[in-house]
């Protein structure tokens, strides 16, 4: 069964840096990888989503890669602002599996003004 | 707008008694999804529906049922068989094959 794991769990930087969130999953064959954000007690915004043929996908000030051979996609964010303040969490869909996607537990990132 | 709507946002029950949750959506997306999230665990499914009157159970399906009479509705009934029934649902959709998946703004259910 595909595992997915995202590492820090929990990540807090200052107003302004790059960072970059990680996700790895055990299985390599993928249909896509989808990255969300979720906004205490709310649901998932989708950020972006990357097809298994593609490498990155590119939105504003976020850009997401993939490397399937390896097992990992990072999530990458530009010069952050306390609104990006949220947890990011990835998805994969494995193929030859009625449609199912698989989560990490997501990163909790918090922006310091 | 096109989207996903739950509700209600806030469910309160009494032990014993079995609660539905309701997802609708416009998006004239196929397949539906239930998935239950609980503090420091992922996503974890229930239940999804790729097409009307059909259904397969998730990884945690036990003590939950839906029914999917329409294509556009997925209700999910919470039975008093749940062991630990609260939680904070999601409700999501896709279209078949390698799109992405959109969600609802989820149900939270307290059982006391």
């Known amino acids: 069964k595909q595992e997915v794991t995202q590492i820090p769990a929990a990540l807090s930087v200052p107003e302004g840096e790059n960072l970059v969130l990680n996700c790895s999953f055990t299985?390599?064959?993928?249909?896509?990888l989808q990255w969300f954000r979720q906004d205490p007690g709310k649901g998932l915004t989708s950020l972006l989503l990357?097809?298994?043929?593609?490498r990155e996908q590119t939105s504003g000030r976020l850009n997401a890669s993939l490397d399937k051979s390896s097992g990992r996609s990072t999530l990458y964010i530009a010069a952050s602002q306390p609104g990006d303040s949220a947890t990011y969490l990835c998805?994969?869909?494995?193929?030859?599996?009625?449609?199912?996607?698989?989560f990490g537990t997501g990163t909790s990132l918090t922006v310091i003004p | 707008d096109g989207g996903i709507t739950q509700s209600p946002k806030y469910l309160f029950r009494k032990e014993g008694q079995n609660v539905t949750l309701s997802c609708e959506q416009n998006?004239?997306?196929?397949?539906m999804y239930w998935y239950r999230q609980d503090p420091g665990q992922g996503l974890r499914l229930i239940y999804y529906?790729?097409?009307?009157?059909?259904?397969q159970k998730g990884d945690i399906a036990e003590g939950y049922s839906v029914s999917r009479e329409k294509k556009e509705s997925f209700p999910l009934t919470v039975t008093s068989a749940q062991k630990n029934p609260t939680a904070f649902y999601l409700c999501a959709s896709s279209i078949l094959g390698a799109s992405p998946l959109h969600f609802g703004n989820g149900t939270r259910l307290t059982v006391t």
């Open positions: 998805a994969v869909r494995p193929p030859n599996t009625g449609n199912q996607f698989y």
């Open positions: 529906s790729q097409i009307v009157n059909d259904f």
């Open positions: 990357i097809q298994s043929s593609q």
């Open positions: 299985d390599s064959a993928i249909y896509n």
């Open positions: 998006l004239n997306h196929d397949a």
